[in-house]
């Protein structure tokens, strides 16, 4: 029995080493032009629409210094124009339906569909479209102007591609996107919110925005 259990704690071991090598090279190596590759294996250029049933548009906020609460919006397209000759040449453009916003609580998503928060009914969508792509460092960066309640602000998201599944193998060319990144909710004038006796806030001004976008080459 102890000789069992011993196998499967190196077997396991190895398992998550050759996982975390495979995914720190998917993030270190992606070219910053693909002119040397064959596009047909890395990706081939043109207009990827997002798959809404595939992709998650979410945020996480902490709660009262605790823990970060999850939420996403239902509702939402978006496209990626993937130059793949050069990646910088590429754009990405999103919008999500802000009456779709889901916690989880009925409670609570009906408190942020009102004027403390998304005030949809004057506020319906909130949008981002890319203005750049560039490489940084090891990675990759999109900077664009996103949209929240009427305020526009240029907001950086580090991503990466996530990886590629070929035409044919599932109806078309797909591809994989990755990002997170952190705004201010004050920014954007959602300024509801008390603090607790100690200072500590009862929600975050800090919001992570978390995409995981798969989406479809055109036809």
């Known amino acids: 029995m102890k000789k069992i259990s011993?196998?499967?704690a190196f077997a396991l071991a190895a398992v998550f080493i050759y996982a975390g090598g495979v995914s720190s090279a998917s993030s270190n190596t992606f070219p910053e032009t693909l002119s040397g590759f064959d596009t047909k294996q890395v990706?081939?250029?043109g207009v990827y629409n997002f798959d809404k049933a595939h992709s998650f548009i979410g945020f996480k906020v902490k709660h009262m210094g605790l823990v970060e609460v999850p939420g996403f919006f239902r509702d939402f397209t978006g496209q990626v124009n993937f130059d793949a000759t050069d990646v910088k040449k590429s754009s990405v453009s999103f919008k999500a339906m802000t009456t779709s916003v889901d916690t989880g609580v009925a409670g609570?998503?009906?408190h942020l569909r009102t004027a403390?928060?998304?005030?949809v009914e004057k506020y319906p969508e909130m949008t981002f479209a890319s203005t750049k792509v560039e490489k940084k460092g090891k990675g990759w960066v999109v900077t664009g102007?996103?949209?929240i309640?009427?305020?526009?602000?240029?907001?950086?998201?580090?991503f990466e591609i996530a990886g590629w599944?070929?035409?044919g193998e599932r109806a078309g060319m797909k591809m994989g996107i990755a990002g997170e990144t952190t705004?201010?909710?004050?920014?954007?004038?959602?300024?509801w919110g008390t603090n607790l006796p100690s200072g500590i806030p009862s929600v975050s001004d800090q919001v992570k925005v978390v995409l995981q976008i798969e989406a479809g080459k055109a036809k």
């Open 6 to 8: 011993l196998f499967l």
């Open 43 to 45: 990706g081939e250029s």
């Open 108 to 110: 609570r998503d009906k």
């Open 116 to 119: 403390d928060f998304f005030e």
């Open 145 to 147: 102007d996103l949209t």
């Open 149 to 158: 309640k009427g305020v526009t602000k240029s907001v950086v998201i580090p």
């Open 165 to 167: 599944l070929p035409a």
């Open 183 to 191: 705004i201010n909710r004050r920014d954007f004038g959602i300024n």
